[in-house]
């Protein structure tokens, strides 16, 4: 049920949307104005893991084998965790060299906070 791709995609827990102006859950904003070369390959497989989700649902629907559905779920949590990989480092190649180099210290905090959060 679940594909297995090398491509690097990526996401932000904090709903990073770049070349737009966004707020974070706390009280800052930036702008972001550089490309991320992976953006269309990590919406491409948050798509893959958003239609894998709809078929794990249809599985329970079902009454498909609990250990079958408890499966497709673990995969699920390893494409999401694959695609949030690949976002931390883009991230680190473009917005945080560029925090470093405009001493964007709120970046890096905010960097932190998100690891802090992604590796729960």
């Known amino acids: 049920m679940s594909e297995?791709?090398?491509?690097?995609?990526?996401?932000?827990d904090h709903e990073h949307i770049h070349d737009h102006e966004h707020t974070h859950g706390h009280e800052h904003?930036?702008?972001?104005?550089?490309?991320?070369?992976?953006?269309?390959?990590?919406?491409?497989?948050?798509?893959?893991?958003?239609?894998h989700m709809e078929s794990v649902k249809k599985m329970?629907?079902?009454?498909?084998d609990c250990s079958e559905v408890l499966i497709q779920i673990a995969a699920v949590?390893?494409?999401?965790?694959?695609?949030?990989?690949?976002?931390?480092?883009?991230?680190?190649?473009?917005?945080?060299?560029?925090?470093?180099?405009?001493?964007?210290?709120?970046?890096l905090q905010d960097l932190e906070d998100a690891i802090n959060k992604f590796i729960k």
């Open 4 to 12: 297995h791709h090398e491509d690097h995609e990526h996401i932000h």
């Open 60 to 64: 329970v629907e079902d009454g498909r």
């Open 29 to 51: 904003t930036h702008t972001h104005t550089h490309h991320h070369e992976n953006t269309k390959a990590v919406l491409n497989r948050m798509n893959r893991a958003i239609g």
């Open 77 to 107: 949590r390893s494409a999401i965790n694959n695609i949030g990989k690949i976002i931390l480092e883009d991230h680190i190649k473009h917005c945080v060299v560029d925090a470093v180099q405009t001493g964007d210290e709120q970046c």
